[in-house]
């Protein structure tokens, strides 16, 4: 018999359903469901009310109608019998992180009038400051866990969230039975069991070598924290793990047959690395889309500077999974196409134009920091910046710079990587940018290596898919899945020499400016933050 997984990638604006073939990976049919709420980033939705500045909230309903729309409707265009799907699997952006009660429900529910009851958004940056202290004070007690950090902890992590409703709304954490990643929320929905995944834990959750920061340090942080490990802790769960069956009220939801296989929750972008077959050490694999993370594994524990975290079995079971990332990429060449430019020029008509260039003809650089920068400096107070403009820059001319700095920023990664003992043997691209051959062919040159292409454009719904398949029991690990279901071409891209050379000079440039403004020298940045949220106070 013919068995199928159903992979589900919740992305920062809408969810996709994959159902799939086990025997050799063949993607059969998807459906999309595009959130109602998006990422709620301007006014909450309960009351109008505006959201402070780098605020980023989701609603939890909007999650659950992926399951009650797009499974069923991917099963239903597959034209398969429900009765042949043997397990599912889900992956989600991270850290998004939500207060619960102990049954799971969301405080949102309870408290939809305040803010802080609401999961907060992988892109939620209003807690830098509650980071920055973190940080100070894992240093000052020379704490060990810092270091797998790259020596400092993102406010994109669930500590500095949770501290920031700890400190903004007392009550809101008083009444947090638990806090939980959505990675892991979903997967109680689906089975009825609340499972904490291990690389989620690690990566999300400061947990490493079998602990969370110590309750000294988090009193350390505020006498009220030092809780916070109880609304976390529990029973760790391995990648590729069962966390039990389908109940009947999500088989109710998405068609499927109550009892089947759920797998353990997961990271959209660490699931799309066995997808791309990037399961030994030394193939990193860039997730491109409105961010890019970048995630490899490693034979050997590595501190790198400016990592987003390094977990044993993090990522692919036997090896030390490392992970850095950019936090705005797509998202800064929509908000130029969709925000500043009043000419009506689509991304295709730029692309063209730009293209049409030679590297270095526009005279720019720039720095993508647009979202902050998650990695190296990891540092979300700091902004975007373009050098080198005059009367005679066009619109494509900076269309070009801000392609090209989000190039130099994944150069600065690897490079950052390789000078800590961490070799990049292969450079693998996923994610929505592939499309785009124009900036394929600029990171190509700009790395001045080989890209290799993952051979499938859902690779966080296949990888997930691919771990429902291990879940099921169809394959007895995700090295196996992976040799049987991935799917990779080798050097689509490589590099012309001559524009390489080009770049080297432009990257030159890039790292003074990126040292200048992001490592104190000019600390412009990080007072214009601070002048505007005074003004918006």
């Not at 980033?41 to 402070?52: C, I, K, S």
């Not at 647009?370 to 979300?380: E, F, I, M, T």
Request: charged fraction near 20%; include cysteine; charge should be negative.
């Amino acid at each position: 018999m013919t068995q199928y997984v159903v992979g589900v990638d919740f992305g920062t604006l809408s969810g996709r359903a994959l159902v799939v073939r086990t025997d050799d990976g063949a993607e059969v049919a998807t459906a999309v469901h595009e959130y109602r709420h998006g990422a709620v980033e301007r006014t909450l939705p309960a009351t109008g009310d505006p959201l402070p500045p780098h605020w980023a909230l989701q609603i939890p309903s909007d999650w659950i109608d992926v399951l009650r729309t797009a499974v069923p409707q991917a099963v239903a265009a597959a034209g398969i019998d429900p009765g042949d799907v043997v397990g599912i699997a889900t992956d989600f952006t991270a850290c998004t992180f939500l207060p619960v009660l102990a049954d799971g429900t969301p405080l949102c529910e309870v408290l939809p009038a305040d803010r802080h009851a609401y999961p907060k958004l992988w892109k939620h940056h209003a807690a830098q400051g509650q980071a920055d202290r973190i940080n100070e004070l894992a240093h000052s007690r020379q704490e060990p866990w810092i270091s797998r950090y790259g020596g400092k902890l993102s406010s994109e992590w669930q500590l500095a969230k949770a501290l920031q409703v700890l400190e903004e709304a007392p009550d809101v954490y008083a009444r947090a039975e638990r806090f939980i990643e959505a990675a892991d929320w979903i997967v109680w929905q689906l089975a009825g069991v609340e499972t904490r995944m291990v690389g989620l834990a690690g990566y999300k959750g400061v947990y490493q070598d079998g602990s969370y920061p110590s309750k000294a340090f988090l009193e350390a942080l505020d006498p009220g924290f030092g809780d916070w490990v109880s609304k976390v802790d529990g029973p760790l769960a391995p990648l590729g793990g069962r966390a039990g069956g389908l109940t009947e009220q999500a088989a109710a939801w998405t068609g499927l047959p109550a009892g089947i296989a759920v797998a353990v929750g997961n990271v959209d972008a660490h699931v799309t690395a066995p997808a791309a077959k990037a399961v030994e050490p030394g193939q990193l694999v860039a997730i491109m889309g409105t961010s890019t993370c970048h995630v490899m594994s490693g034979a050997e524990l590595r501190e790198v500077p400016g990592m987003c975290g390094v977990v044993q079995d993090g990522i692919i079971p036997g090896l030390w999974g490392f992970e850095a990332g950019q936090s705005g990429v797509g998202d800064i060449f929509g908000w130029y196409v969709e925000t500043l430019l009043s000419g009506g020029l689509s991304h295709d008509e730029l692309t063209e134009r730009a293209a049409a260039q030679k590297p270095g003809e526009h005279g720019l650089v720039a720095l993508d920091w647009h979202n902050g920068n998650r990695s190296v400096l990891v540092d979300h107070g700091l902004s975007g910046v373009i050098v080198g403009q005059t009367l005679h820059t066009r619109p494509e001319d900076v269309y070009r710079a801000l392609v090209e700095a989000t190039a130099f920023g994944t150069r600065t990664i690897v490079e950052t990587l390789e000078s800590s003992g961490v070799p990049v043997v292969e450079f693998i691209a996923a994610g929505g940018l592939l499309r785009n051959r124009f900036l394929m062919q600029i990171y190509a040159d700009v790395l001045r290596r080989p890209i290799s292409i993952i051979g499938s454009e859902q690779g966080p719904a296949l990888g997930s898919a691919m771990h429902a398949a291990v879940a099921a029991g169809v394959y007895p690990d995700i090295r196996a899945a992976a040799e049987a279901m991935g799917k990779v071409s080798r050097a689509v891209y490589v590099p012309d020499s001559a524009a390489a050379d080009v770049y080297d000079r432009l990257y030159a440039e890039y790292v003074t400016l990126h040292d200048y403004f992001g490592r104190g020298t000019n600390d412009v940045l990080h007072r214009l933050r601070t002048l505007r949220e005074e003004v918006a106070r």
